[in-house]
């Protein structure tokens, strides 16, 4: 059936561990040379996310952490996390419903 209709019968709710956020966040601060996320202080952080949520651009391309050259720069539950973002991109917006972190 949901090859027929898709997802989008019923919202999707999606969840995750919140270290593996701040994980994936680590693994791009240090592929980006801005050292490590997870040493950073609150304000640090915050002050960061928000420039990146303003930002128009991407932070990193789709894809980027399976790029071969990239395998020691993202970890197993990095890759997980950004590949869960890149598969909710894809959705339609009315096809989503909480993100529970």
Not at 1 to 11: E, R, W, Y
Not at 22 to 51: F, M, N, P, Q
Request: proline content about 3%; aromatic content about 8%.
């Amino acid at each position: 059936k949901v090859s027929a209709c898709g997802l989008t019968l019923v919202p999707l709710d999606v969840r995750q561990e919140s270290d593996h956020h701040s994980e994936a966040l680590d693994c791009i601060t240090k592929h980006l040379g801005l050292g490590s996320y997870l040493e950073w202080d609150e304000e640090s952080r915050v002050e960061w996310i928000t420039e990146q949520l303003q930002s128009k651009r991407p932070l990193l391309r789709a894809g980027t952490w399976n790029e071969p050259g990239n395998e020691d720069s993202f970890t197993d539950a990095a890759r997980n996390t950004l590949e869960t973002f890149e598969m909710i991109s894809e959705q339609f917006d009315s096809s989503l419903g909480a993100y529970v972190i």
